[in-house]
């Protein structure tokens, strides 16, 4: 045993000695070497822990460097307030910095009042971040009852946050101080500015880019290369928050709280509805014959082909929907991964030459017998009377998680194909400087559903979330551009809806799963929401897909 005055520390399966008061970051700075990427945070006994937190006796450390997504969105965070504190110095502390959405591994901000944003001016604010950056200034963390942060923020003009915190449950903030600039964040930071190394930014429309690195590369900044379709869905949806006055969580919890949120619903509802009648007549105007749908998990792609369908029935065609999936190798054929398990996912998992075939002979006129995969024996049955022949009024509709990439369909004609890129692309944000990301929507979609239909639980969920999101980083995000029509599936009320369903499914996770860590940080995303029932979500409405209830087969 120590002296009195020393505690011993479990690190790395070994135990250490140090001073009592000694910070998680010092004794990082002694670890350092044995981590890959720099350390930005810690688990103490499995709990989160910011690095300038006082190790207690006996405590069992794991340090989390900025490889790991819990580490770089500590990162992000601490970057944003950097760029906080510079656009405040370079122009002014009336100037409003908003934080718009995700672009590229990157947020998307604003500057109101510098639209578009002068390049001198970004030039001054990336330059004062490096000085701020380059002095290592602390960040210091204090503990205010949710009033006198409402003061401080209503004072510096920070209208967002003093709603957000006016429906928040807690009675105290965590508050972030660097210099003369005091912010509210979601989520756990760095302990001072020299922890940001990697930066840049980038002018893009009216606003600019902060580009950052991402967990996969966490010293490396790729090259921007932005979706032009997915910023302006995301714009044109932002401008549309603005014109309804709903632009944030605050705003959002207001229109609830004055009992308008069946108005909101209904609105939010006929604006898809009406971006779903233009891709019809789109269809019907270039006389397509097959329509591709593809997205990623959650996006509710299988509503929004029922209700394409509908719409083009409403303009004289007949729509077919035609399911890939039914286009499976059998199971022996199957690619496996690097682990040897079989890859369902990848474009060869997919007959590729059949597929094409039966399309063409479709489209030709033919009758052709389409094939139904049997998931339970692994393999493609035909006999089963399964014939279609259709006729110059009818559209095949067909979606799949490869339905953008042209590798799926290289002997259909360009001329007869219309790609739609569907995705859940959250416009809103909780306040000025803290956005919600739009996997985060897709994922408290997938918890919902997952359970209801197919009994899932949500640790489940969230245990093969990171395998889906890398899926759809290597079949479906690169193809996005190539989309004729991006059709965004967010609704701008559903976390209020979402929350009453996905509470009791997180609150079941244990302490002791490796889960619980990502269940809690969702849990403190929906306690920022007014809850609201589902009874009036219509119910040809997206959300039921994964709430229940759809007057479609989902």
């Not at 950097?82 to 370079?90: E, G, R, Y």
């Not at 929507?441 to 209801?452: F, G, S, T």
Request: one cysteine or more; hydrophobic letters at 35%; proline letters at 4%.
């Amino acid at each position: 045993m120590g002296e009195s005055n020393q505690i011993q520390v479990n690190v790395l399966g070994d135990i250490y000695e140090y001073p009592q008061g000694t910070t998680l970051q010092k004794i990082g700075a002694d670890f350092q070497y044995r981590y890959p990427h720099m350390i930005i945070m810690a688990r103490v006994n499995g709990k989160l822990r910011e690095l300038n937190y006082v190790i207690p006796p006996d405590a069992d450390v794991e340090f989390i460097t900025i490889g790991e997504k819990v580490g770089e969105q500590s990162y992000r965070r601490t970057a944003t307030l950097i760029l906080t504190k510079a656009v405040s110095d370079v122009i002014g502390k009336d100037a409003g910095l908003i934080v718009q959405f995700s672009m590229h591994k990157g947020y998307y901000c604003e500057i109101c009042g510098h639209m578009p944003i002068e390049e001198e001016v970004l030039e001054k604010i990336e330059k004062r971040m490096k000085e701020l950056i380059r002095q290592n200034l602390p960040i210091k963390k204090q503990i205010v009852t949710s009033d006198e942060a409402q003061k401080i923020f209503r004072s510096n003009g920070m209208e967002a946050k003093v709603r957000l915190l006016k429906y928040r449950r807690s009675s105290w903030v965590n508050m972030y101080q660097l210099e003369d600039i005091s912010d509210y964040y979601y989520g756990y930071m760095a302990p001072s500015t020299g922890y940001i190394k990697w930066f840049e930014l980038i002018p893009f429309h009216e606003g600019f880019v902060i580009q950052m690195p991402a967990a996969e590369a966490p010293e490396i900044l790729q090259r921007f290369e932005p979706s032009e379709k997915i910023f302006h869905a995301l714009k044109e949806s932002t401008i549309w928050g603005e014109k309804i006055g709903v632009c944030n969580a605050g705003q959002l919890n207001e229109y609830i709280c004055k009992g308008d949120i069946t108005e909101l619903m209904l609105v939010s509802e006929a604006l898809q509805e009406k971006n779903i009648s233009e891709i019809a007549e789109d269809i019907y105007n270039k006389g397509k014959r097959i329509v591709l749908i593809a997205g990623p998990s959650s996006s509710g792609k299988t509503t929004f082909s029922h209700r394409l369908s509908v719409q083009l029935r409403a303009r004289g065609l007949k729509p077919h929907p035609i399911a890939v999936d039914n286009y499976f190798l059998d199971r022996e054929k199957t690619p496996r991964d690097e682990k040897g398990n079989y890859n369902f996912e990848c474009l060869e998992a997919i007959n590729i030459q059949q597929f094409n075939d039966d399309m063409n002979g479709l489209l030709a006129g033919e009758q052709v017998e389409l094939p139904i995969f049997n998931f339970i024996s692994g393999k493609s049955e035909y006999g089963k009377n399964n014939y279609m022949q259709i006729g110059p009024e009818d559209v095949l509709v067909i979606e799949g998680i490869h339905c953008l990439n042209d590798a799926l369909t290289p002997s259909i004609p360009k001329e007869d194909k219309y790609k739609v890129y569907i995705s859940a692309l959250t416009q809103l944000n909780l306040d000025e400087h803290n956005r919600i990301a739009t996997t985060d929507a897709r994922l408290l979609r997938r918890i919902v559903r997952d359970a209801a239909h197919r009994g899932t639980k949500a640790s489940e969920t969230i245990a093969m979330w990171y395998s889906v999101r890398r899926g759809e980083e290597v079949n479906i995000f690169p193809y996005q551009e190539s989309a004729d029509r991006l059709f965004n599936s967010a609704l701008i009320y559903e976390l209020s809806v979402l929350k009453q369903f996905a509470e009791p499914l997180l609150f079941n996770i244990r302490p002791e799963q490796k889960e619980y860590e990502e269940a809690k940080r969702l849990l403190r995303l929906l306690d920022y929401f007014v809850g609201v029932t589902s009874e009036n979500v219509p119910k040809n409405s997206i959300l039921r897909e994964f709430i229940g209830g759809s007057y479609f087969n989902v």
